[in-house]
């Protein structure tokens, strides 16, 4: 279309990879309160270079590769309260990153719970607690310091661990995953850690990720801790 704002129906689940990429027409795109939208595929506002203004609706659960990449004009990019976002692919905002929230103190940025990148410059890094999943190339070391020690505390709400997560991690020694837990964690994120790293679990789900492929084929050693 040539329309400038988009607004989407609120029955419309899915945006298929692909519906807007280069669209140099589109420049706000909104959702209802009522939205059902779950998905947003693969590139689907890729090279939409004039888009300035996104507003996620609260159902939206995955935000494929490079999703919004090239969106090189984007000002504001948010999701409703409540959020159920989950899933974000590597890639989904290079190039708009400056219009998600502001890191926060300890170089976070998040979008609803997820957090998108890791900017600090700490080498030992503490995830913020209320942070429920980790998106593709979120400690890519290109954007932040090369983290070496990575602690997610037993109060943690992480559950999601994306594919590509750790894409660029290659200083990462030691995670300490201490939830009550196992986290979901996608085929493909953990990759480019080195091989001799070691994870350590509480005792309790230690037996849930010895028996994870995704887990064991990540890491040098599992290792309980107490």
């Known amino acids: 279309g040539t329309s400038s704002e988009v607004e989407v129906p609120d029955t419309v689940r899915y945006i298929v990879g692909g519906a807007f990429a280069g669209n140099t027409a589109v420049q706000r795109v909104t959702f209802g309160a009522q939205s059902e939208l779950l998905e947003i ?3 689907a506002f890729f090279g939409a270079k004039y888009l300035t203004e996104v507003a996620l609706p609260a159902s939206l659960r995955t935000i494929g590769k490079d999703a919004f990449k090239g969106a090189v004009a984007m000002r504001s990019l948010t999701v409703a309260e409540n959020s159920a976002l989950t899933n974000v692919a590597v890639g989904a905002f290079d190039d708009c990153l400056a ?7 300890d170089g976070f940025i998040t979008l609803g719970n997820v957090l998108i990148k890791y900017t600090g410059s700490d080498t030992e890094v503490v995830l913020t607690d209320s942070i429920a999943a980790i998106a593709g190339g979120a400690f890519d070391s290109q ?5 070496v020690m990575l ?11 994306a594919d590509g997560a750790f894409d660029g991690a290659i200083s990462l020694t030691e995670v300490y995953l201490l939830t009550a837990a196992k986290p979901v964690a996608e085929q493909g994120a953990f990759d480019d850690i080195p091989i001799g790293a070691v994870l350590w679990v509480s005792s309790t789900p230690y037996g849930q990720f010895v028996d994870d492929e995704v887990y064991v084929s ?3 050693a599992i290792e309980g801790y107490d």
């Open 99 to 105: 219009a998600l929230n502001d890191a926060d103190a």
């Open 41 to 43: 595929g693969d590139m």
């Open 143 to 147: 954007n932040g310091a090369e983290v």
């Open 218 to 220: 990540g890491f040098g």
């Open 151 to 161: 602690t997610v505390s037993a109060d943690s709400s992480l559950a999601f661990i």
